[in-house]
């Protein structure tokens, strides 16, 4: 894989295109990355103890790697 853990990135396809961000994880076998604040999808999460409440989060989701360049 060209990318790795803490390199500068900025996206070439997608909704994202021309944005830049760090990538936070790599995930060689899949062939993705997961690049901070790009791809974000809202999760929803449900409580896990009593009197909680469930959450929506937005999260990075992974984005492949091909749609990546170094910068």
Not at 32 to 37: A, F, I, L, P, T
Not at 47 to 52: H, L
């Amino acid at each position: 894989m060209h990318v790795k853990k803490g390199d500068k990135v900025v996206i070439l396809a997608g909704k994202d295109a021309g944005k830049t961000g760090e990538v936070v994880r790599s995930m060689p076998k899949e062939g993705k990355v997961v690049v901070q604040g790009v791809n974000k999808m809202k999760r929803h999460l449900r409580p896990r103890k009593a009197n909680e409440k469930g959450q929506v989060v937005d999260r990075e989701m992974p984005i492949h790697a091909s749609n990546v360049a170094k910068k």
